[in-house]
């Protein structure tokens, strides 16, 4: 079994077609029996994503609803969650000293940078960071991360 964490630009991919969804979507589907992990902020980012898409006629109301209870559901049933903390935002505080991050970027990364010190400690190349951002994947192997890009599949 793998663990990823996925950050949103990834994680919409399983909702939303577009490049890289058939291989996220292989990626999370439960009987790979993959551990898909996420930042507390990504429900928040992925409303507004959603929410932009139904504004500029991309989703009409129907789509925008059968998204939103699939994402609902499997945020309550399959996603292992990251919580935001003082630890986690005192470890972002210091991302955006060392690098070029957006604020909502550093919490995605510090709290990918939370579970994967869990894993070098057993199997380091069993955990995957994922995210669509190439800017956000470059710094997270400066953080010798493992990293995906959805965007090559």
């Known amino acids: 079994m793998k663990t990823y964490f996925f950050d949103t630009s990834a994680l919409v991919k399983r909702y939303i077609t577009e490049i890289g969804s058939q291989w996220v979507r292989t990626l999370d589907d439960l ?30 109301t129907a789509d925008f609803n059968t998204v939103l209870q699939a994402f609902e559901y499997d945020w309550d049933t399959q996603y292992q969650i990251v919580e935001f903390d003082k630890s986690l935002a005192e470890q972002a505080g210091e991302l955006v000293k060392r690098h070029p991050l957006r604020a909502y970027d550093s919490v995605q990364l510090a709290s990918a940078l939370k579970i994967y ?16 951002d190439d800017r956000l994947l470059n710094i997270a192997k400066l953080e010798n991360m493992q990293v995906e890009n959805p965007l090559e599949h």
């Open 31 to 60: 009987q790979a029996g993959n551990k898909i992990i996420v930042a507390r902020i990504t429900w928040v980012e992925m409303l507004s994503a959603f929410s932009r898409l139904k504004r500029e006629s991309v989703l009409d």
């Open 117 to 132: 010190q869990i894993h070098t400690q057993v199997a380091s190349e069993l955990f995957t960071f994922v995210s669509a």
